[in-house]
Nanobody, 120 residues
Framework: VQLQASGGGLVQPGGSLRLSCAAS?????????MGWYRQAPGKQRELVAH???????NYADSVMGRFTISRDNAQNAVYLQMNSLRPEDTAVYYC??????????????WGRGTLVTVSS
């Protein structure tokens, strides 16, 4: 199973980016939440947002009202629309999928990360 994240880049403060992450491989189902985490230089990785298969969402306080997470269960994909970006949003963003069922195991998976830089 691979989680491929894309959509990062350099954006000015106040700008927008949309991150995408698709899980590929021999996947029977993803029963758990899919989400985005981020890690800024010198800081611990933190949850940005996650979404259940039924569409229930959870956001970090720092992104509430600015970021929107969505999920396509048929495509095993998760997206993060980021608006009103701030310099403090600069980080490597990682996607995560929990309770991924394959022919051989049930487990959690991480993508490699995509860099988001917010700077003028």
């Amino acid at each position: 199973v691979q989680l491929q994240a894309s959509g990062g880049g350099l954006v000015q403060p106040g700008g927008s980016l949309r991150l995408s992450c698709a899980a590929s491989g021999s996947i029977f189902s993803i029963s758990g939440v899919m989400g985005w985490y981020r890690q800024a230089p010198g800081k611990q990785r933190e949850l940005v947002a996650h979404i259940s298969g039924g569409g229930s969402t959870n956001y970090a306080d720092s992104v509430m009202g600015r970021f929107t997470i969505s999920r396509d269960n048929a495509q095993n994909a998760v997206y993060l629309q980021m608006n009103s970006l701030r310099p403090e949003d600069t980080a490597v963003y990682y996607c995560n999928a929990k309770e991924v069922r394959t022919p051989t195991r049930l487990g959690d998976y991480w993508g490699r990360g995509t860099l988001v830089t917010v700077s003028s």
